[in-house]
């Protein structure tokens, strides 16, 4: 195993997971089942952006929590969570765990981005078990009743909204069909749709900034940082928000208003202010001279 212990919590933790599954590896470089975890970043004791897989089984071995959750909007009613903490995860297999960020990618190209704030303050867990069953026994997804939840998906304890910006409330990330899991630093991630020019630092567009990370970078990409799910990028979306205002913000509030076919979700809750810091902060990536 090529990990390197670099604390004696990691080390206790990989410990545990060998423990468990004495003939394998914690990690490997092959796919093993469908249902093993791709994990990927900054991975302790590996070259930056390696590629490793590790089991169901290993997951299961690694210190576990359980509780009972009742307003995962992903169930219908009271639910008994198994699963290891997203935090436990990175102390354990990311490379510098106090600056670790968890990016949760889906088999859809959704990304699901856990800052150190949030982990602090929601303690989100990757499930293993619900109420008692691996993924082959969890029940479908919630709104279509048709897609499995599996291979992973991502839950919280007990979810109390953790800040407020303009009419942004902290939502909870929990998606399904997690299939892979990277250890990466938050400057960089977030730095790749910081404001730019002159603007940058004016307090919209630091808002829409915030918002946009929690939001937007879940679908939409720059480069290849955030979710490519929308195959809109932060680019194209710029342009909009620099040349066309007013449909940008319309947009946002409500994409079936200008689109009848829109997958992206509505943001009812959006005020004006807020969709004009979103469109503030947007139209800082659209060009020289603008805004
Ligand atoms: C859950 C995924 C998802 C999230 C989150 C999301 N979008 Fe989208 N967005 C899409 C998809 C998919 C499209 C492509 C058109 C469609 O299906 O709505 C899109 C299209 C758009 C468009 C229209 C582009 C065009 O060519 O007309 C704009 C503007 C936009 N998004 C802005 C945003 C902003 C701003 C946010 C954050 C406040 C955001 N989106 C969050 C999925 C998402």
């Known amino acids: 195993m090529r990990l390197s212990l670099k604390s004696p919590m990691a080390f206790a933790a990989i410990l545990f997971v060998a423990a468990g599954v004495q003939s394998s590896p914690a990690l490997h470089e092959k796919r093993l089942h469908p249902s093993d975890l791709e994990l990927s ?39 008994k969570i198994t699963g290891v903490r997203l935090e436990d995860l990175a102390r354990a297999l990311g490379a510098s765990p106090a600056s670790d960020m968890v990016v949760a ?29 691996p993924p082959a026994g969890w029940p479908k ?12 998906m991502i839950s919280n304890p007990k979810f ?10 902290d939502e909870p990330q929990i998606p399904w069909g997690v299939v892979r899991i990277e250890f990466r630093d938050e400057k960089v991630v977030f730095g790749a749709i910081a404001p730019r020019g002159p603007h940058a630092q004016d307090r919209d567009v630091q808002d829409g900034f915030r918002i946009a990370q929690q939001n937007c970078y879940r679908c939409h990409n720059s480069g290849r940082e955030g979710g490519q799910k929308s195959g809109q990028s932060w680019q194209s979306l710029a342009v909009i928000a620099g040349a066309a205002p007013q449909d940008f913000a ?11 076919k829109a997958q992206m979700p509505a943001n009812p809750q959006y005020d004006d202010a807020t969709l004009s810091a979103l469109t503030a902060y947007f139209s800082t990536f659209s060009g020289p001279g603008k805004p």
Request: with cysteine.
């Open 41 to 79: 970043g900054a991975l302790a004791g590996l070259p930056p952006d390696s590629t490793r897989y590790i089991t169901h089984d290993v997951l299961m071995a690694m210190p576990l929590v359980s509780f009972t959750e009742s307003g995962d909007t992903n169930f219908t009613g009271p639910t």
């Open 105 to 133: 990618i889906c088999d859809d190209e959704y990304r699901a981005n856990y800052p150190q704030a949030y982990l602090a303050a929601h303690h989100p867990v990757l499930v293993l078990e619900v109420d008692g069953k």
């Open 141 to 152: 997804d919630s709104q279509e009743h048709k897609f499995d939840m599996g291979p992973y």
């Open 160 to 169: 109390t909204p953790s800040f407020k910006i303009l009419s942004h409330e």
């Open 250 to 260: 319309a947009y946002v509030h409500d994409p079936r208003a200008s689109n009848a």
